[in-house]
């Protein structure tokens, strides 16, 4: 149980969250609203005005309020920054996990203080041409004692920290400490997507990341030494890259590949994955996927695939609708697999505030018998300022 | 069974009704789109022959909807940014078309441009196709918060016609 609680600590929390469902408000590209192309991180003036004006609700606003009014309250401090330079935002998330809900003898429940990150961001020159992000914060450490061996273990550690140059409005380069670029950025960190390639929350890097934008392509290569605050022996050096394709004006396709490698292990990973544009805010997200993970002292070999489905529908501005399905097969091998899936709802009632419910169910199948359905529900928040 | 055929019948027709729309293609920099889509279309397309004919279809700019209300107000501003536009309508005057292709005179912002089209017929429907440059009609380049609006604008229009 223990160790069930911290995977789904490690894996849920979402540090450097992406809305890729976004996509069915006509946003193909990140680079509209974050300072970071590949997305995650802080929202940059329009993303902010667009999360108030378009994302969260506007039935709690005053009634003389205009949108206008709206879009100048979703800066800072509830204004509109007097200067161009700088730019702070401070970002929670916690939420209550409860595990077997129902059940007398197993259920648990406990709430997480996930993520309180405070944000500084140095921007310069027409279009933010050159642009300095730091995001530092707090995360919790795993439950029980710290790892023997391994340097660095604290709560308070820097998220990201990076400088980027847009020498064109296609082109730009960034370096420092950011999220590898792979895949379908889901919010959920608990993506089988996310966890078997090593792409969620914690797995940042110190590298350096290309980017262009075309009309219709969007290309994004990353060379990179690991995260040089951990142990070097521990550090995932390699590289990574994607391509997207925007499809019938609106719709996005795209492909990935990454390599990376420590003393331990050498990880190769490549996905596909589509976002199709729903129109209103709607979305249907798609991405299947291959890890082998080569371990080094045993010389052993494990290939694993995995492909996730996600809904997300839009009824009424602020809200969300989601359905989730997520295949993983742990070993290509191995006849088991494992289905989660699960309802879930998310609201913004107001700019700065994100309330989500999710239901998770999964159960692995093998061709003798299989497990009992484990049950889970999340309630997170997540504030903006 | 005789209601549930009528019911089914009335359905049917309802979502086959030819419904005249406008709506705009608008490409975002440095990436994305809208669109913005106009329900409440004016005038008359005539059809003689093989050959389609309209003195005047006209939208309203503030009819418009791309989905974010200040996207809205941002867009019925821009496109009535000139002193020189004394209406709030976008008109599509003196169409003549045949097989397949046509002219007319498109005026936005008050300024009045001839417009080539394509389009093609289904039923009593016609869908018109025609490319505009925003430039073209003394539309500034519009920006907001680093995130601006490509200068081609595609434009599809469906409308019912009658037949003479």
């Known amino acids: ?385 | 069974m005789k209601k549930i055929f009528i019911l089914f019948t009335l359905f049917f027709s309802l979502i086959t009704l030819a419904e005249d729309q406008v709506t705009v293609f608008v490409s975002l920099s440095p990436a994305g789109s809208f669109t913005a889509v106009s329900k409440k279309v004016k005038g008359n397309l005539k059809r003689i022959g093989d050959n389609f004919t309209s003195d005047k279809i006209s939208v309203t700019v503030e009819s418009f909807k791309t989905g974010i209300d200040l996207r809205d107000e941002h867009f019925w501003k821009h496109l009535q940014s000139s002193k020189a536009s004394s209406s709030s309508k976008i008109t599509l005057t003196d169409l003549k078309a045949a097989v397949g292709k046509g002219m007319g005179i498109l005026e936005v912002n008050g300024v009045k441009k001839p417009v080539t089209i394509a389009y093609t017929t289904k039923g009593n429907e016609v869908l018109v196709k025609f490319n505009v440059k925003a430039s073209e009609f003394k539309l500034s380049k519009a920006e907001y918060l680093g995130v601006g609006v490509e200068d081609l604008v595609k434009v599809e229009a469906t409308f019912g016609f009658k037949s003479n």
């Open chain 1, 1 to 385: 149980m223990k160790f069930l609680t911290f995977f789904i600590l490690l894996t849920i929390t979402t540090t450097a969250s992406a809305y890729v469902n976004f996509i069915g408000h006509g946003y193909t590209s990140c680079l509209n609203c974050h300072y970071n192309p590949a997305g995650g991180g802080p929202l940059n003036d329009y993303g902010r005005v667009v999360g108030a004006t378009a994302i969260s609700s506007g039935a709690l606003y005053p009634k003389d309020w205009n949108e206008e009014k709206v879009a100048y309250t979703s800066g800072f401090l509830f204004r509109k920054p007097k200067q161009n330079w700088l730019r702070t935002q401070i970002n929670y998330r916690g939420f209550q996990l409860v595990q077997s809900p129902g059940s007398e003898a197993n259920q648990t429940e406990r709430w997480i203080n996930m993520q309180l990150d405070g944000r500084v961001i140095l921007k310069f020159g027409e279009n933010d041409k050159f642009v300095s992000v730091l995001n530092y914060g707090y995360a919790p450490l795993p439950p029980g004692p710290k790892i023997q061996g391994v340097k660095n273990q604290t709560e308070w550690r820097s998220r990201e920290h990076y400088l980027g140059y847009r020498f064109t409005p296609k082109f730009g380069v960034y370096a420092g400490l950011m999220d590898k670029v792979f895949g379908l950025r889901t919010i959920e960190h608990i993506a089988y997507s996310r966890s078997i390639p090593q792409m969620a929350q914690n797995d940042q890097v110190h590298g350096l990341k290309g980017h262009y934008l075309g009309e219709k392509w969007e290309m994004f290569g990353q060379y990179f030494v690991g995260n040089l605050a951990q142990d070097e022996n521990l550090r995932m050096k390699g590289a990574t890259g994607m391509i997207e394709r925007t499809i019938f004006d609106i719709h996005r396709i795209g492909t990935s590949l990454t390599r990376s490698e420590n003393t331990f292990l050498t990880l190769m990973s490549y996905s596909a994955h589509a976002k199709f544009n729903l129109k209103e805010g709607s979305a249907l997200l798609g991405e299947i996927g291959q890890t082998s993970k080569d371990s080094k002292n045993g010389n052993t070999e494990e290939v694993s695939r995995w492909g996730l489905l996600q809904t997300y529908l839009r009824p009424v501005r602020g809200l969300y609708v989601l359905t989730n399905i997520e295949y993983k097969k742990d070993d290509v091998n191995m006849e088991d697999y494992t289905v989660r899936w699960g309802p879930g709802i998310q609201y913004f009632p107001i700019q700065r505030f994100e309330f989500r419910f999710d239901i998770y169910n999964e159960r692995n199948f093998s061709p003798d018998s299989s497990t009992k359905d484990r049950w889970s529900y999340l309630l997170q928040t997540h504030i903006w300022l």
